[in-house]
């Protein structure tokens, strides 16, 4: 298919807009793309720094607006480092701000990680045996506190006896 603008070139990019239910497809060369400011590439190029930051801007205009007047005075008290600046170079300047962008660092985890927040590790197929159960009875006994808290008596029992059962697994006596 050759561009619909030049009518020299192959098409080799294809764009389709939807404006209140009419949808118009253009098939153009790049050369035509970027004269017709369909798409702009940066001077540089597209580096992996641009594609993760396009994680930290929001779609919704109105959300970018309101976020903007609020961050534009959120500085970090020690370094200086302003959020805008955390959103263009892509690192913090210091530890303390970790605190000072608290707010704004879970949705970018959220993300970035798939929508976890935490990092809970992994364990090793052939060596975690041990380790996998001892997380396993962390689990139960945490579990346990919140059946005792409610007052969950005979669920809390059930879950008592497999603490133990897992104990016998390996071979300690934890109490």
């Known amino acids: 298919m050759e561009c619909q603008e030049c009518h020299k070139r192959p098409a080799t990019l294809h ?6 239910g009419d949808k118009t497809e253009v098939y153009v060369c790049e050369v035509c793309a ?3 400011g369909y798409m702009t590439y940066p001077e540089e190029g597209y580096s992996l720094h641009h594609l993760l930051s ?3 801007t929001s779609t919704n205009e109105n959300q970018q607006n309101t976020a903007r007047q609020q961050t534009s005075n959120l500085q970090c008290p020690q370094c200086e480092m302003t959020l805008s600046e955390f959103k ?3 690192k913090f300047g210091c530890s303390q701000c970790y605190q000072t962008f608290e707010d704004y660092l879970d949705p970018i985890f959220r993300r970035v990680h798939s929508g976890n927040t935490t990092h809970h590790g992994k364990i090793p197929a052939r060596k975690g045996g041990d380790m996998r ?3 396993q009875v962390d689990a139960y006994r945490d579990e346990l506190q919140r059946l005792i808290k409610n007052e969950a008596f005979e669920e809390a029992a059930t879950v008592r006896d497999k603490i133990k059962e897992l104990e016998k ?3 300690g006596d934890e109490a």
């Open 15 to 20: 764009f389709t807009q939807v404006i209140n």
């Open 34 to 36: 970027k004269e017709k």
């Open 54 to 56: 396009g994680l930290f």
């Open 88 to 90: 263009r170079v892509g």
């Open 133 to 135: 159960i001892r997380k």
């Open 169 to 171: 697994e390996i071979g």
